[in-house]
């Protein structure tokens, strides 16, 4: 049996008065390892909170989240980061002065002492080889050509290919993308969804949030539907298509 690398159990989070997660009960529920899980709902569902409360970006008011067996709300951040958890945020986050190639570089340093050499151009020569996986990171997401341009010149889509070469330069075992499809036109959709596939295939976790359904339930192996921060269903793409709570809360009925 393959053992949970994640776990929600009884989570609650509350902004102010909202309890924008939870519900009632709380929100539960399990992530095998290898899984690629789509996490679905309506706006407003608490699809961002939840991915906030499963990277320790947030800590739930009540029950908890573990992720490799550890409790994020009581981990430090460098612990969470030895997790190998990677996420891109619904806006992407990007250094627009610097170059495709320095944003990726300064990707891979979780403590941030690369950014000043990158503004300052001074590399330290052991960055070669960080250079070359950055480089091979790029091609794989298709932006082998954009890599010395800034980043303020990339269309969104590119902006979006780039967030995902800034986790993957990191190796992560568990992924996490926040709606990866948005701004993004449909060729590079396409591309995309290879991507998303080859890294599943390499054994990664994946969770991502999507309003782009079509684009989810053809390459995700599980599903979970978030309504009013509850659990309205889960299950294969196939019982979550066939599910009638899915297509009243989709139709809004
Ligand atoms: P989704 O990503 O599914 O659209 P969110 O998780 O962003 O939903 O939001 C869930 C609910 O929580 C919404 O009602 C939203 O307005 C509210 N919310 C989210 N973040 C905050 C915040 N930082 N402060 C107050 N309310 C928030
Ligand atoms: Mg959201």
Do not use: C
Not at 209 to 230: K, P, S, T
Not at 239 to 245: C, L, N, Q, R, S
């Amino acid at each position: 049996m393959t053992r949970d690398l994640l776990v929600v159990d009884r989570v609650i989070k509350r902004f102010g008065g909202l309890k924008a997660v939870g519900g009632d009960d709380g929100l539960s529920f399990t992530v095998p390892e290898g899984t690629f899980l789509g996490l679905i709902g309506p706006n407003g569902a608490g699809k961002s909170t939840t991915f906030n409360l499963i990277s320790g970006v947030l800590k739930p008011d009540e029950g908890k989240v573990l992720l490799d067996g550890v409790d994020l709300a009581k981990a430090r951040a460098s612990e969470i980061a030895a997790l190998g958890l990677g996420r891109t945020f619904q806006t992407p986050r990007a250094f627009p002065s610097l170059s495709v190639l320095d944003n990726v570089i300064v990707g891979a340093d979780s403590a941030g002492e690369r950014v000043g050499m990158a503004f300052s151009g001074r590399w330290r020569d052991s960055e070669g080889a960080l250079r070359d996986k950055a480089a091979a990171v790029l091609a794989r997401v298709g932006l082998s050509e954009r890599i010395n341009d800034h980043v303020g010149s990339l269309s969104g889509g590119e902006l979006r290919m780039l967030e995902v070469a800034r986790q993957l330069v990191r190796d992560p075992k568990i992924l996490l993308l926040d709606e990866p499809t948005a701004g993004v036109d449909p060729s590079l959709q396409s591309k995309l969804s290879n991507i998303l596939v080859d890294l599943h295939a390499e054994g990664r976790t994946l969770i991502v949030v999507e309003h782009n359904l079509h684009f989810l339930l053809r390459i995700a192996d599980r599903v979970v539907v978030l309504q009013n921060g509850q659990l309205l269903s889960q299950g294969t793409p196939a019982e979550i298509k066939a599910d009638e709570k899915v297509i009243t809360a989709y139709l809004g009925a």
